[in-house]
């Protein structure tokens, strides 16, 4: 499919800003201009701040989906925002976690994670894994069904996801319903087939990867395991089942495939879809482009059918 129009006029009317001068300038202009296209903003039927007990304060913010039976234990996504571990904040994803609880019919737990260059691996992912245990553990007074707990991100939140899923596996923590991992990224290379078509001009750039890798990893020697890098787990056997939902013209599309293609070779459910015409980030362009709404769409359908909503 072409590239959707809508995302090439806003394209070509943003290809000459001058990049920010430095990373506090990039954080800013990253929350002013993703929150320009989120859209009106969706009702639920409440949001909540938990700060997890322990050193250092963790916020964990919860979104209850319009129209929930809250005298019934509801299933919960626990949810890592994306923006290259560096970037973003949970105040951006406000909007986006009230349309994904909407979508899904979960209570969405979206996780303020330490961010890198300040916080680098293992500690967003530290932190982020620390709020799913948190959830499962106090799930009977959250008002959520432990049994239907899953894991979910977009970018690199879905890298922590799936990075936080191998951990659960590994080291006998939560038992996880399923993973929703929403253009993910997987592996610290940067050589596949989409990285060369999608390399420049379509907001996410090889480059920003490259960037936003270096600002995570301690050494690239890190990005080899496979808790930094899921693509690059040994096995990814006895893992939950996972959707995948990738963009059509994004750098980070094969690994996405590629993880999906993984998981069912080693035995496990997982489904990938592709949100034609959509570029990176299409979690946020909901009011620049009606067809972005698909993202939240595919989602909400394959979480209602997995949690058996």
């Known amino acids: ?23 506090a300038a990039l954080r800013a202009a990253t929350e002013t201009g993703l929150r320009q296209l989120h859209g009106p903003l969706e009702d639920v039927t409440a949001i909540k701040d938990y700060v997890l ?13 319009a129209g929930a039976d809250t005298g019934q234990p509801l299933p919960a996504i626990v949810f890592a925002h994306g923006g290259g571990w560096c970037l973003c904040s949970l105040d951006l994803y406000d909007n986006p976690c009230r349309a994904l609880a909407n979508a899904t019919g979960c209570v969405i737990f979206s996780v303020d994670y330490r961010l890198a260059p300040e916080h680098k691996f293992p500690v967003p992912l530290d932190d982020f894994y620390r709020a799913v245990c948190w ?4 799930a009977a007074a959250l008002g959520v069904d432990v049994k239907r707990l899953a894991v979910g991100g977009d970018s690199a939140g879905g890298n922590l996801a799936a990075a936080a899923a191998l951990m659960a596996r590994d080291q006998a923590g939560p038992a996880l319903a399923h993973q929703l991992l929403l253009y993910p990224a997987l592996d610290f290379a940067f ?10 001009g379509f907001s996410l750039t090889r480059e920003a990867m490259r960037f936003c890798w270096s600002a995570y990893l301690n050494e690239p020697a890190d990005g080899m395991q496979p808790y930094a890098a899921p693509l690059r787990a040994a096995s990814l056997k006895d893992l939950p089942p996972a959707t995948v939902l990738v963009c059509e013209y994004d750098p980070l599309h094969d690994e996405g495939v590629a ?18 015409g959509m570029i990176h980030a299409a979690m946020h362009m909901p009011g620049l ?6 993202l939240f769409d595919v989602a909400g359908q394959a979480m209602r059918t997995a949690l058996g909503v």
């Open 259 to 276: 993880y999906a293609r993984r998981l069912r070779d080693d035995g496990v459910a997982a489904e990938c879809a592709q949100l034609d």
């Open 191 to 200: 050589d596949t087939a989409s990285y060369q078509r999608h390399a420049e």
């Open 53 to 65: 007990p322990g050193e250092p304060a963790l916020t964990v913010r919860a979104y209850v989906p």
């Open 135 to 138: 959830v499962a553990e106090h």
């Open 289 to 294: 482009t009606p067809a972005a709404r698909g």
């Open 1 to 23: 499919m072409s590239l959707d129009p809508l995302i090439a006029a806003w394209l070509e009317e943003t290809k000459d800003a001058p990049p920010p001068a430095s990373l």
